[in-house]
């Protein structure tokens, strides 16, 4: 049997280009690591698709600000911007049943101030690391970064 390999991915880069939406995108970027205290700044589940060798692409999930909520896009993921960790398969399935339920619901940008502030959560609204954060299994996704989520499926690695 040929299993897709599921992953967390987690952003450390810093946006190439210039002008004001770059400009933009680095500020949120280094604002959101100094508010969760760490080096991810977004976090995607990511599925490798199949014969890719040379670069791979990926099959992305997420809540985007810069896509504007929830959606599924296939693109690489270098090294240099992200870290990859494995997870188990069981989040293949809790995947694409909130994928159906959730997909183009908006992002709650709030609701992501919310992880350092504790504001209140939007149930119509995601961000990122909410949404990841369901997709494994969490309970009160809303409370995690993508520093969090890194911690918790590094944790569940060792446990293996």
Aim: glycine share 12%; with cysteine; aromatic share 12%.
């Amino acid at each position: 049997m040929n299993r897709q390999q599921i992953y967390l991915a987690l952003y450390k880069g810093r946006r190439d280009g210039s002008g004001w939406r770059v400009w933009v995108a680095r500020f949120t970027d280094g604002l959101t690591r100094i508010l969760t205290r760490g080096r991810y700044s977004h976090c995607e589940v990511a599925i490798r698709l199949a014969g890719q060798d040379s670069e791979p692409q990926y099959e992305c999930y997420s809540a985007s600000l810069r896509d504007g909520g929830v959606r599924r896009k296939a693109m690489p993921l270098p090294s240099d911007k992200w870290d990859l960790i494995e997870l188990p398969d069981s989040a293949g399935g809790r995947l694409e049943t909130l994928w159906t339920q959730t997909q183009g619901q908006g992002y709650d940008l709030p609701g992501a101030f919310g992880v350092v502030f504790g504001l209140s959560e939007n149930r119509r609204r995601w961000f990122c690391s909410e949404w990841v954060g369901k997709a494994l299994g969490l309970a009160e996704s809303w409370r995690f970064s993508p520093n969090d989520l890194a911690v918790i499926a590094n944790m569940g690695r060792e446990e293996e």
